[in-house]
């Protein structure tokens, strides 16, 4: 009986363009990956600044499993609270500039935890429509009432803050980039909200750190806000290359996170050697702005010409470019025809974006080389007229 229903719903799934399947990967996270068997270009990864198989992050997991072994072992409050937690978390909160810094095990067990113990029944939530799942769960696993406005409509949210007065507490919560647009959320205007109205501001910047502002702390620095948004979130699986998540704030925050956060408490914390090389990434990032810079020349040639061939990339200002085909089984043929041509981009489709706004992700590497991204607008160019999306 179940098992029949299951079948039915994969079989609707897979009518309707919509199922997904696993593919495997071998190699590292670089340019070049080999994929089911097929050696591709690589435009899907997050691993913006190269850092995933950077010598010098294996070099510090290599040197941490030895010294401390593989597992922790136990949860942070139990036994697992190791030097190399401690270390990651005294230096976020010293580059991030905050009072102090809590990692979490992962960016949706950060987000899932940091929302729904800060907030309650009695609590309203203002979410961008587009945020990520991680932050839609974490609200709804919060009870907090919630209000989704249109993306980045600032006078709308406006319009929202005014309307819901009387709460306990209102928070506004953002991903700084978009984790499928590629756009970055007005932070400017966000902050200057939250101040008009005394609201919170809680921010995901999973896309940001590493990428945006002039020593890379995300969205954050790029509108000079840093001091202005009460929780900041991001991740250290994107730019960072490595595993893991962090929470940036108050003396108060983190310790109430500690307390009460059910996805910090009641988990094994992260293997000491994770820690450490995202301990050496937060170093690399802290210091070297021309990674930096190549990965924003590679970002702004791609988009620029892939715009030049008159593909629709939204408001894309991130490695994240997004390219609309709206039909979900043409996003399938695209990538698929990519595929043959041993370029590795996958299609996204609904439920992760909205409906009739299916595309194809592509993403940016500071270790692509200009003839990779000469080899992909070819493609492109190609397969796009015969597709007749240009
Ligand atoms: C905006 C955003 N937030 C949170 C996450 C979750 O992070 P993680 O992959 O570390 O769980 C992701 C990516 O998966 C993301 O894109």
Known sequence: MIINHLQNELTTL????????LRVVDGSQGSRIIVDGHKVLNFCSNNYLGLADDPRLKQAAIKAIEEEGVGSGASRLVCGNMTAHQQLEKRLAEFKQTENCLVFSTGYMANVGIISSLFDRGDIIFSDRLNHASIIDGIRLSQAECKRYPHCDMQVLEKMIKANAGFKRRCII????????????????????????NCLVMIDEAHGFGV??????????????????????????????????YCCGSNELISFLINKARSFIYTTALPPSVAAASLQAVEIIASDQDLRQRLWNNTNYLREELNKLGFNTFNSQTPIIPILTKDAALAVEFSKRLFENSIFISAIRPPTVPINTARLRLTVMVSHTKEDLDFVLKAFAEIGKDLCLI
Not at 14 to 21: I, P, V
Not at 221 to 243: R, W, Y
């Open 212 to 245: 945006l502002g002039k020593s890379g702390k995300g969205a954050a620095e790029h509108f000079g806000v840093n001091a202005d948004i009460d929780i900041q979130m991001g991740t250290l699986s994107k730019a960072a290359g490595s595993f893991g998540a």
């Open 174 to 197: 953002t991903d700084s980039v978009f984790s499928m647009d590629g756009d970055i959320a007005p932070l400017d205007r966000i902050v200057e909200l939250a101040k008009k109205y």
């Open 14 to 21: 897979e009518q309707k363009g919509l199922k997904r399947s």
